[in-house]
């Protein structure tokens, strides 16, 4: 891509960000003796951009199904920004973790996170 494309690149448009997800992670709390601990739990929602990238289904033993699917999500740099690998997205109902994180050519506009779908 030439520094052209990219310098004309159009920026995220708030019609982009139609999808509101759920950031779940590590929250620092005080147990029953008030010890300084972490459980895991929702930290924040915002609003981002879902996109499936590509899906598989792959049929196991005993007539069970093993889906992998990815998705590729985009958020705001102000609202992504402190987002971490050991996170998972929640969206819909299903469960993300993420594999990736990409601060889109370094300008503090975009976040691309790069999710792998859990399945139960």
């Known amino acids: 891509?030439?520094?052209?494309?990219?310098?004309?690149?159009?920026?995220?448009r708030l019609s982009d960000l139609r999808n509101r997800i759920q950031i779940y992670g590590d929250i620092p709390y005080k147990n029953?003796?008030?010890?300084?601990?972490?459980?895991?739990?929702?930290?924040?929602?915002?609003?981002?951009s879902v996109v499936t990238q590509t899906g598989r289904l792959q049929r196991q033993q005993?007539?069970?199904?093993?889906?992998h699917t990815t998705h590729k999500v985009v958020v705001r740099y102000s609202a992504g920004r402190d987002i971490t690998k050991d996170m998972q997205l929640h969206f819909n109902g299903r469960?993300?973790?993420?594999?990736?994180?990409?601060?889109?050519?370094e300008r503090?506009?975009?976040?691309e996170i790069f999710c792998r779908e859990l399945m139960d």
Do not use: P, Q
Not at 3 to 12: A, E, P
Not at 62 to 67: I, Q, S, V
Not at 95 to 105: A, C, F, K, Q, R
Not at 108 to 111: F, K, L, M, Q
């Open 108 to 111: 503090n506009e975009t976040i």
């Open 1 to 12: 891509m030439s520094l052209t494309n990219l310098n004309n690149r159009r920026k995220v």
């Open 62 to 67: 005993a007539e069970t199904m093993l889906t």
């Open 32 to 48: 029953e003796l008030g010890e300084k601990s972490r459980r895991f739990g929702r930290i924040k929602e915002i609003w981002a």
């Open 95 to 105: 469960v993300m973790e993420i594999i990736y994180i990409d601060n889109l050519h």
